[in-house]
């Protein structure tokens, strides 16, 4: 199961040829346990409810792990 805080990046792969992968930034998780669905800002400023599925994985806050 999936756990996020806030500050946490999610990552999205795209999961069809020519989807393109999405990064955001939780900025507020609504559970108590921290699985999802989480609010999202994405890159393109959009910012949306997100219920992330197995393409998705998150970077905590800080760490020096690189999506690319």
């Known amino acids: ?3 996020a805080n806030v500050g946490d990046r999610l ?3 795209g999961t069809h040829v020519g989807d ?8 507020q998780v609504r559970r108590d346990d921290h ?3 989480y ?3 994405w ?15 998150i970077i905590p ?3 020096s792990d690189s999506p690319h």
């Open 43 to 57: 890159h393109d400023g959009h910012e949306g409810l997100v219920f992330p599925g197995p393409d998705a994985r």
């Open 20 to 27: 393109v992968r999405r990064e955001g930034v939780i900025t």
């Open 1 to 3: 199961m999936m756990h």
């Open 61 to 63: 806050a800080g760490s």
């Open 35 to 37: 699985t999802p669905p």
């Open 11 to 13: 990552i999205v792969e």
């Open 39 to 41: 609010t999202v800002r």
